[in-house]
């Protein structure tokens, strides 16, 4: 199984209690499904308003991933 | 993606990209966006605020970033706002992370043009593109508590400066894609408006 690098962001790393992980999964949305599961129902319900960026490119739940792609998982953004 | 220099060199090109935990040199910035073919230098300075919907007495705030992915997204804004007003003379997006309390600068944006009208467009659309397509996070400390910003917008990307989702993917920004019971708001795919 190919392994994910999981980037984690303001309220969604803090649901997680990390900023990084290592998540398993051929896609993004099998990427997702297993860090849902990992960190439960908060966090799952914040991932599902996240944008989903690959490596820094826009992503979506069927993007395929390689062995140690960037999965960066992002709340809406707040700066300014 | 640069560290904000303090007092160090200024950039090479037209462009000077920057974001990091310094004092932003909002005046150096200034200068350097004055040309001799541009009759216009509009800056943008967003300052830290008491209050904050429904949070009174708002004391800090505490900025984090993707951090790899700012420079680059803040690269894209200034590509972005030169296709639109090609003759933009210099361009400055400037962002501070980490703890800024009431009334210091958090971003500033610095356009110059030969005329006011495009300066001042583009540097509305730079800030508004900034605040949309750039991965930053603020969380906010007031009176009653800390939480982070209310005022926050589904990260997007702008029109046209960025590689798309690739062809399996179900589109650019989009959600993850998983559903939740309340259904959530649909994934934002739509570019930024052109002003």
Same mark, same amino acid.
């Given at each position: 199984?190919?392994? *994910?690098?999981? !980037?984690?962001?303001?309220?969604? +790393?803090? %649901? #997680?209690?990390?900023? $990084?992980?290592? =998540?398993? @999964? ?8 297993? *860090?849902?599961? !990992?960190?439960?129902?908060?966090? +799952?319900? %914040? #991932?599902?308003?996240? $944008?989903?960026? =690959?490596? @820094? ?24 | ?195």
């Amino acid at each position: 199984m190919r392994v *994910a690098r999981l !980037r984690l962001f303001g309220p969604i +790393a803090e %649901l #997680a209690g990390t900023r $990084g992980d290592q =998540v398993p @999964g051929a896609t993004v949305a099998q990427v997702v499904a297993a *860090a849902c599961e !990992r960190y439960g129902d908060a966090f +799952a319900r %914040l #991932a599902s308003h996240c $944008g989903v960026w =690959v490596n @820094g490119e826009g992503a979506g739940p069927a993007t395929p991933l390689d062995e140690d792609d960037e999965v960066a998982l992002l709340p809406p953004v707040s700066g300014g | 993606m640069h560290d904000v220099p303090l007092g160090g060199d200024l950039p090479a090109g037209d462009d000077w990209i920057a974001a990091g935990e310094g004092v932003l040199p909002t005046s150096e910035a200034l200068a350097w966006a004055v040309r001799p073919g541009c009759g216009a230098v509009v800056t943008f300075c967003g300052t830290v605020r008491d209050h904050a919907e429904g949070r009174h007495g708002v004391t800090h705030l505490d900025y984090e970033a993707y951090l790899e992915q700012v420079g680059p997204r803040l690269d894209a804004v200034a590509r972005a706002a030169r296709e639109r007003w090609p003759d933009l003379g210099r361009v400055a997006l400037l962002h501070r992370l980490g703890r800024l309390t009431v009334g210091e600068v958090s971003v500033v944006v610095v356009v110059s043009a030969p005329h006011r009208g495009e300066a001042f467009d583009a540097a509305r659309f730079c800030i508004d593109a900034v605040k949309e397509s750039v991965p930053i996070w603020k969380r906010e400390t007031w009176a009653e508590g800390s939480d982070w910003g209310l005022c926050a917008h589904d990260v997007r990307d702008v029109d046209g400066a960025l590689p798309g989702a690739d062809e399996a993917g179900s589109g650019r920004g989009g959600g993850t894609g998983v559903p939740t019971a309340d259904g959530g708001p649909a994934p934002v795919s739509a570019p930024v408006e052109p002003v």
